[in-house]
């Protein structure tokens, strides 16, 4: 059983806390657990660097126990960035929610601070990983999940009909034990 779960908001205006649906959702499916849901800087202009900062303080910062990361869109992108240059003993998985896959020859997709390395699939292979997203996302189109994918041959993709790119449905799929 998970007893300690890191949630790593999106970008853009955030919520007033406890307003955020899918972190809502997480803490209503998994109430038990210890749940750490920082505020990564400056989050309607992130920069890369500040939010990889962030995210290293908060990880050197859990204790050495089973624990599992939920990322929302940026927060998501964010953490399999981190995650490519150092994975953490007792880690279990990491599940990214509605997340961008950001690529330099994509136009609106470009921010080359925030793109993985090309190395990601192998280095992440051994992480498991989910990669969820909503059928009827307008901020993040499904392709990304896709591509994500095929970027993380590793990874289960697991398409909601729907939930837009606040989904929530999957919390009940049993993708956190």
């Known amino acids: 059983m998970v007893h300690r779960i890191l949630f790593l908001h999106g970008a853009g205006p955030q919520p007033d806390p406890g307003a955020n649906p899918v972190l809502e959702a997480v803490r209503r499916q998994w109430p038990d ?28 910062a859990i204790p050495d126990e089973p624990w599992v990361i939920v990322g929302h869109s940026l927060g998501g992108s964010e953490a399999l960035r981190f995650l490519c240059h150092r994975i953490p003993t007792l880690l279990q998985r990491v599940i990214t929610v509605a997340a961008p896959v950001w690529d330099a020859a994509d136009p609106e997709w470009g921010h080359a601070g925030f793109a993985l390395p090309p190395t990601a699939g192998r280095t992440l292979a051994d992480l498991e990983i989910f990669v969820v997203h909503a059928e009827d996302d307008e901020v993040v189109p499904p392709a990304h999940a896709h591509r994500l994918g095929e970027r993380l041959p590793s990874a289960h993709v697991v398409m909601l009909p729907q ?15």
């Open 33 to 60: 657990a210890d749940l750490i849901a920082p505020e990564l800087p400056r989050p309607e202009d992130p920069d890369p660097q500040l939010w990889q900062d962030a995210i290293g303080k908060v990880i050197r």
């Open 163 to 177: 939930g837009g790119h606040l989904p929530t449905e999957w919390t009940g799929q049993g993708l956190i034990s």
